[in-house]
């Protein structure tokens, strides 16, 4: 099965920045819709963002829109997410991976160890 690795991920300020990154084992994930979903402590995994196989459409969950950017490199297996004017509530573990649909949750490979982001002054 796929294996996602995702990275990027650490410690900042509120109203700081990060890019996380979410490597796929296998090429074929390049034809796949991918998804960025995040755990914060005490609650259940979510779907935050998903992207086309091709990158044309994308769609984000209203507490991070216009804030977060996801977006994929089919060449190199890779899929983003820009993360600008961090919250204290987007303290998470963030997670990607191959999703059935780019706007609802339905996960479609093995989860990763994820990337703990952790927004703190």
Known sequence: QVQ??????????????LRLSCAASER??????MGWFRQAPGKEREFIAGINWSGSSTWYI??????????????????????????????AVYY????????SADPIGSWGQGTQVTVSS
């Open 4 to 17: 996602f690795v995702e990275s990027g991920g650490g410690l900042v300020q509120p109203g700081g920045s």
């Open 28 to 33: 074929t994930m390049s034809m796949a819709n």
């Open 62 to 91: 209203g507490a991070i829109e216009g804030r977060f950017t996801i977006s994929r490199d089919n060449a190199k297996n890779i899929v983003y997410l820009q993360m600008k004017n961090l919250e204290p509530d987007d303290t």
């Open 96 to 103: 990607c991976n191959a999703n059935q649909y780019i706007n």
